[in-house]
């Protein structure tokens, strides 16, 4: 009966180890690269605003009537 916990216990423990290790080689999906370069698209363009729809606010890059705008977020 020990001998059954202890081979149990071990399986337990290599099985764990092995999926901690391959949980830190997987690589990057396709989604997270997508994020990533969505997030950096705009880092450094001249336009820091996002303009849209259409209402009674002057958008501050076009100077067009918006609905709203956002100011876009820069690292610099």
Same mark, same amino acid.
């Given at each position: ?33 997508? !994020? ?5 698209? !705009? ?5 820091? #605003? ?10 501050? #890059? ?6 709203? #705008?956002?100011?876009? #977020? !820069?690292?610099?």
């Amino acid at each position: 009966m020990k001998k059954n916990i202890m081979y149990a216990t071990a399986i337990i423990i290599v099985a764990t180890i092995l999926a901690i290790k391959a949980e830190r080689t997987k690589p990057m999906s396709d989604i997270v690269l997508a !994020n990533v370069e969505a997030l950096a698209d !705009n880092e450094g363009a001249e336009n820091q #605003y996002y303009c849209y729809g259409t209402g009674s606010v002057r958008c501050p #890059y076009s100077g067009k009537l918006v609905a709203g #705008y956002i100011k876009r #977020y !820069n690292l610099k």
